[in-house]
C-alpha cells in the first residue's frame, strides 16, 4: 500500500464564487502550513519570511518521507512485537526531530502540524497492517484538533472508522487491530466507530461533536465513502443550522470563559480554554463557517470582516499561543495547557528572553502572552458578536416602539441601542468624535456596534499630543469621569479599543504589565479597570461591603478626581520604580498640567495617587488604639474631604486586588481609623466622646444579657480594665464569651494549689470551616515572652498561625485570640488534633522550660508540608523599623514568605534579644506573612541607635534563613 497517498491534499468544505454569488461545496486543495509568525526563524511578516517557513516545511515533509519509506516498511509475516518496536522507534525519531525544530525557534503551528504529519504516517501504515483481505470497506478520519491539522506533542489524537460493512465482526477485527496498535506504541486516542448515518445523527444531536467532525479530515481509506458523508455532512447539519449553532456556540464560549477566570489576565493562565487562548481562535472560524462558508482567516478578510492587520495580529497570537502549549507539552511531558508561576521562567527562557533578572525575563514572556491573548479575546469577541446579531422579531418592535426608531446625531446612528458611524470617514471630518462617541455611549447607555469599534482602531493614529492636549478633550474626558457609576464600562472600552492608551500613553504603559506581587491576581491595566469597576458598584449597591461606602461616594465632590487618580495610581510600576508612588505622582503632575486641572483639583489628585497606601497599611499594620497612629492618619490626609475620597480610594484599590483579599475585619479596622481620625480632625473631645457612647451601649447590653449569671462589679471591672481598641471591634455576644473565658480563670486562681496551677490558661476552641480557620480563645497571667511561648505550641502541634489579637487588662489578665489552620489550610476540626494543641499550651505556659525550637524544626523537616494553595511568587523578606508614628514604641515590620514555626521564630528572636512585645498584628495573604511587632527595651523605651536596629535586623533575618532550611524537603 503507498505509504503516502495524499499527503498534502485536504478533502474539506470550501467556497465557489462566481462574482456575483457563492456557495458551499466539496473541493480538494493543496495546503501548505501557516507560516510560524513569531518564530526566531520568520519574525517578520515578508516574503523572505513566508518562503522560508514554507522550505523549513518541505525539508520535514522529505525527511519524514525518507524516514517512514526507510523504516516501516514491514514485510509479511513479520511479528507484531518486531513491528511495534518500529512503529515506536521510528514515533520516537520524528518526535525528537520536532521537539529540536521547537527548540530552534520553529513556529506553533508548524511544530503542531509537524506532529499532525507524523501521525498521518503512522496511522497509514499501522491501518495497512491491520486492514484485511479483501479489505473492509472502513475510512480513518481525523477529527477535533488531528482533523484540522494541528496537535500538540502529548495531545490525544481522535479518530472515526467511517464504515459501511455489514459484517460487523470483520469491522470490528480491523478496528481493534488499528487501535491496539497504537496504543501499543503509547499514543493516546479518542475514537468512534459509525457509518455515515450514525455520524450525521450524532452531530445534529451534540454541538461538540458537530464540530469535531466539521473539521474532520482523510486520514486514510476510500475517498469517495468520505466524501458522500462530507457532502452530507454540509447539507443535514450546516445548512439551516446556522442560528441554532452560533447560539450554542456564545453559550459554550461564556460558561467556558467563566469557568477559567473570566478574564485574559490571570496569573496563571489556560492557553487553551482560557479568554484569548486557543478555544477562542477556533470558536471563531467553527462560526465562521456557519456564517461566511468560511473556515480561514484569509476568507473572513476576503469577504470584508477583517482587515489585513487584525488577520496578522491574529494569526502572530495564535502561532505566539500554540508555540507556548507546545512548550508546556514538553517541559511537563504531559499534555498540559496552564502557564503556571513555576513553568513561566522556563518558557521565557526557552524563548529566548535575555534579560538577566528572571523577574523581568518572565514580566516580558508574560507580557507578549498577555498581548497576544488580548488580540485574539477582543477581535474575535467582535467578530462573534457580529455573527449573532440577528434582526428584532415584528413582536419585539411592536413591545418596544422605541426601538424600531434610528436616532441619528453627530454623525452616528443609534438602532436597537447599537451605535454605529454614519460613514467611515467620520473620525477623519472631526477626529474629537474619537472621545465623544465615548461619551454618547455613556449618556445612552449604548453598546457600539462592532463595525465601529473597528473604525474606532483604525484611526488611532489621529490622536496626537494636540489631541491630547485640546480644550474639547479636556472637558469630554473630566465629562466621562463625573458620571458617578457610570465610568468603568466606558474607560473599558476605551481601553479594548486601544483609545485609553493613546488618549492617557501613562495608563497605555501598564497594558498588560505583570505584577510579580503576591497580592495581586491580575495585571497592571486589569487590576486598575477592576478598581474603577468596585468603585462603580457603589453608588447602587444594596450589599456589603460596597454599601458600607455609598453615602461617602454620593456626598463627595471630585468624583472625576478620584477616578482620574485611580487610574493613574499605579502607572509608575512601568518604569520598574522600588517606589511606584513617586513615579506615578510624577506622571500624575505631566497629567493635571496636560488636562489644566485647576490648583485645587491637582492637590487632590497628587495627594491621592501619593499617598493611596497610607490608610490601608496604618489601619492593618498599626495599633489603632494608640492615638499616634490616629494622629499619624490625620496629617497625612488633613481634611475631611481628603479623608473622604481617599478612605473611597482605599476600598476600590483593596478590593480590586482580588474579592478573597478583603475581609470583614480588613473593612472593621478600616472603618475603625476612618472614625478615629474624622473625630481626632473634629477636636480630640468629640473623638473620646464617641467612643464613650460606644462602650456604654455595649456595657448596658452586656450586663443584660449576663443578669443573674455574674456579678455586675465583674462585668463592669471588664470594662474598666479593657483597652478602648477592644470595644471598637468587638459586638455584645463576643464580650459575654470572653468574660465567660475570664470568669473561669479568675475562679481557678481561688482553686489553685500550686504556683503552676494559677498559671494554668483557659483554652477555647471555634471553628471557622467556611472561613478555613478554627479561632483559638485563650485567657492567662501576662508574663515575659508569653506570646512566643502560645506561637511555639501552636507550631509544635503542626498548627499554622494565620492571625493573632492581642488583648491586656490592666491588672495583667490577658485575652489573646488566634486564627489558626491545619497543614492543608483548612479550618481544625479533628479532635485529636485539638486536644494535641491544648496539651501543647498548658506545657508552654505552666512550665519554665522553654520549648526545644530545634526538635521542633527537625520534626517539621519530617512532615514537610504539602505545597500551598496561595503559593503564587517568590515572596522577598523585608524587614523595616518605624520610630515615627508612635513616639513611645518601636515598630517592626517583616514581610516574608508564610511557614509553619515563623511566628515563633520571630517572637522567640525578639524576646531573646531583650525587648518586650506590647502589641502585635499577624495576618496572611496568598502565602505572605506580613507581621507587626511594637517593642520596648526592659526600660520601656524604643530602640533607637542604629547599631542595635541593624543587629535586629540581621538576628530576624538570620531566624528566617534558619527556617528555610530546616522546613526544606531532604534532597533526594
Known amino acids: 500500500m503507498n505509504t503516502w497517498p495524499q499527503m498534502w491534499n485536504l478533502r474539506c468544505l470550501g467556497i465557489i464564487s462566481n462574482g456575483k454569488s457563492a456557495r458551499l461545496c466539496l473541493v480538494t486543495v493543496a495546503t501548505y502550513p501557516r507560516p510560524p509568525h513569531s518564530s526566531s526563524f520568520c519574525s517578520q511578516e515578508t516574503a523572505a519570511g513566508r518562503m522560508l517557513g514554507f522550505m523549513r516545511q518541505d525539508w520535514f515533509q522529505a525527511k519524514l518521507k525518507a524516514h517512514a519509506e526507510k523504516s516501516l516498511a514491514i514485510k509479511p509475516g513479520t511479528k ?186 490571570m496569573q496563571e493562565p489556560n492557553v487553551k480554554n482560557g479568554c484569548g487562548g486557543l478555544r477562542d481562535f477556533q470558536n471563531l472560524t467553527w462560526m465562521a463557517f456557519f456564517k461566511y462558508g468560511v473556515l480561514t482567516l484569509d476568507g473572513l478578510r476576503q469577504k470584508g470582516f477583517l482587515e489585513k492587520a487584525e488577520q496578522r495580529d491574529l494569526e502572530r497570537a495564535h502561532d505566539f499561543i500554540l508555540r507556548v502549549r507546545n512548550s508546556l507539552h514538553y517541559l511537563t511531558g504531559r499534555a498540559c495547557d496552564t502557564i503556571n508561576l513555576a513553568l513561566q521562567p522556563q518558557i521565557a527562557s526557552e524563548f529566548g528572553y535575555r534579560h538577566h533578572d528572571v523577574l523581568r525575563k518572565t514580566e516580558a514572556f508574560m507580557r507578549d502572552y498577555y498581548t497576544h491573548a488580548r488580540n485574539i479575546f477582543l477581535l474575535t469577541n467582535a467578530l462573534a458578536e457580529r455573527m449573532a446579531l440577528t434582526e428584532p422579531s415584528r413582536l419585539s418592535a411592536l413591545l418596544h416602539p422605541r426601538a424600531r426608531k434610528t436616532e441619528e446625531f453627530d454623525g452616528f446612528t443609534l438602532r436597537h441601542n447599537i451605535l454605529n458611524a454614519k460613514s467611515p470617514s467620520i473620525f477623519k471630518e472631526d477626529r474629537h468624535r474619537l472621545l465623544r462617541v465615548f461619551l454618547h455611549l455613556q449618556q445612552r447607555n449604548a453598546k457600539p456596534g462592532p463595525e465601529l469599534c473597528s473604525l474606532i482602531r483604525q484611526n488611532l493614529r ?195 486586588t482580588g474579592p478573597k483579599m478583603w475581609t470583614d475585619w480588613k473593612q472593621a479596622l478600616l472603618w475603625q481609623l476612618y472614625n478615629h481620625t474624622k473625630q481626632t480632625l473634629a477636636g480630640p473631645d468629640r473623638a473620646r466622646n464617641i467612643l464613650s457612647r460606644r462602650i456604654e451601649q455595649l456595657y448596658k447590653e452586656v450586663s443584660a444579657k449576663l443578669q443573674n449569671k455574674l456579678p455586675l462589679e465583674e462585668i463592669y471591672s471588664h470594662f474598666e480594665l479593657m483597652p478602648a481598641s477592644y470595644y471598637i471591634n468587638t459586638n455584645p455576644d463576643e464580650i459575654t464569651r470572653h468574660l465567660g473565658l475570664v470568669h473561669q480563670f479568675l475562679l481557678r486562681q481561688h482553686q489553685a494549689e500550686t504556683p503552676e ?99 521542633l524544626l527537625a520534626k517539621m523537616r519530617a512532615t514537610p508540608r504539602p505545597p500551598g494553595r496561595f503559593r503564587v511568587v517568590t515572596i522577598p523578606t523585608l524587614i523595616e523599623f518605624d520610630n515615627e508614628t508612635t513616639p513611645r514604641r518601636t515598630i517592626i515590620e517583616v514581610q516574608t514568605e508564610d511557614r509553619l514555626g515563623l511566628l515563633f521564630a520571630l517572637t522567640q528572636t525578639i524576646t531573646g534579644l531583650g525587648l518586650d512585645i506590647s502589641f502585635a498584628k499577624i495576618s496572611t495573604e496568598k502565602g505572605a506573612a506580613i507581621d507587626t511587632f511594637y517593642v520596648q527595651d526592659h526600660n520601656g523605651r524604643p530602640v533607637t541607635d542604629s547599631d542595635r536596629l541593624a543587629a535586629i535586623r540581621a538576628r530576624l533575618e538570620e531566624a528566617i534563613a534558619r527556617l528555610e532550611r530546616l522546613s526544606a524537603p531532604p534532597k533526594a
Open 80 to 265: 507484531r512485537s518486531e513491528a511495534v518496536r518500529l512503529y515506536k522507534q521510528f514515533l520516537k525519531v520524528e518526535t525528537h526531530r520536532l521537539f529540536m525544530e521547537h527548540r530552534g525557534g520553529a513556529g506553533g503551528c508548524e511544530v503542531a502540524q509537524g506532529r499532525a504529519a507524523v501521525l498521518d504516517v503512522l496511522l497509514r501504515h499501522i491501518f495497512s497492517t491491520a486492514q484485511l483481505n479483501p479489505p473492509v470497506p472502513v475510512s480513518v478520519v481525523a477529527i477535533g484538533g488531528y482533523g484540522r491539522g494541528e496537535l500538540s506533542p502529548y495531545s490525544d489524537i481522535d479518530v472515526m472508522f467511517l464504515h459501511n460493512e455489514p459484517d460487523r465482526a470483520r469491522l470490528a477485527m480491523v478496528v481493534e487491530n488499528t487501535l491496539y496498535l497504537l496504543w501499543d506504541i503509547g499514543l493516546k486516542v479518542g475514537h468512534s466507530t459509525r457509518t455515515m448515518d450514525e455520524a450525521i445523527e450524532q452531530a445534529n444531536a451534540d454541538m461538540q461533536s458537530k464540530t469535531a467532525l466539521i473539521e474532520s479530515r482523510l486520514v486514510v481509506g476510500n475517498a469517495s465513502q468520505y466524501d458522500r458523508f462530507r457532502e452530507t455532512l454540509l447539507r443535514k447539519c450546516v445548512h439551516g443550522h446556522v442560528d441554532e449553532y452560533i447560539a450554542a456556540r456564545m453559550e459554550d464560549q461564556r460558561t467556558r470563559h467563566e469557568k477559567y477566570g473570566d478574564s485574559v489576565y
Open 462 to 656: 489621529l490622536v496626537d499630543r494636540s489631541f491630547q492636549r485640546a480644550t474639547e478633550t479636556r472637558d469630554t474626558f473630566l465629562a466621562i469621569l463625573q458620571r458617578k457609576g457610570q465610568v468603568a464600562r466606558i474607560l473599558r472600552l476605551m481601553h479594548e479599543t486601544g483609545f485609553l492608551g493613546k488618549l492617557l500613553p501613562e495608563f497605555g504603559r501598564l497594558t498588560c504589565l505583570v505584577q510579580h506581587e503576591f497580592f495581586h491576581r491580575y495585571t497592571a491595566d486589569e487590576h486598575t479597570l477592576h478598581v474603577i469597576e468596585h468603585l462603580d458598584r457603589i453608588i447602587d449597591a444594596i450589599e456589603p461591603p460596597h454599601a458600607s461606602y455609598k453615602k461617602l461616594f454620593q456626598n463627595i465632590e471630585h468624583a472625576d478626581v478620584l477616578y482620574l487618580a485611580i487610574l493613574l495610581h499605579d502607572v509608575g510600576k512601568a518604569a520598574n520604580a522600588p517606589r511606584h508612588a513617586e513615579a506615578s505622582l510624577k506622571a500624575a503632575r505631566n497629567v493635571a498640567t496636560r488636562l489644566r486641572l485647576n490648583a485645587d483639583e491637582t492637590a487632590h489628585l497628587l495627594f491621592l495617587v501619593r499617598d493611596h497606601l497610607k490608610l490601608a497599611m496604618l489601619s492593618q499594620r498599626r495599633d489603632l488604639d494608640d492615638q499616634a497612629t490616629i494622629d499619624a492618619a490625620a496629617r497625612i490626609v488633613k481634611d475631611p474631604s481628603n479623608l473622604d475620597l481617599l478612605m473611597l480610594m482605599t476600598f476600590a484599590d483593596s478590593i480590586g
Open 757 to 855: 496551677d494559677t498559671l494554668t490558661p483557659i483554652i477555647a476552641w471555634e471553628p471557622f470551616p467556611a472561613q478555613s480557620h478554627t479561632r483559638l480563645s485563650l485567657c492567662t497571667w501576662d508574663r515575659v515572652g508569653l506570646f512566643s511561648k502560645i506561637c511555639g505550641a501552636l507550631t509544635s502541634a503542626n498548627l499554622n498561625i494565620l492571625s493573632a489579637h492581642i488583648y491586656t487588662r490592666s491588672d495583667q489578665v490577658v485575652l489573646d485570640f488566634f486564627d489558626v489552620c491545619d497543614r492543608h489550610l483548612a479550618a481544625v476540626t479533628d479532635e485529636k488534633t485539638l486536644r494535641a494543641a491544648e496539651t501543647a499550651l498548658l506545657t508552654a505556659l505552666t512550665s519554665r522550660a522553654d520549648i526545644d525550637f530545634g526538635h
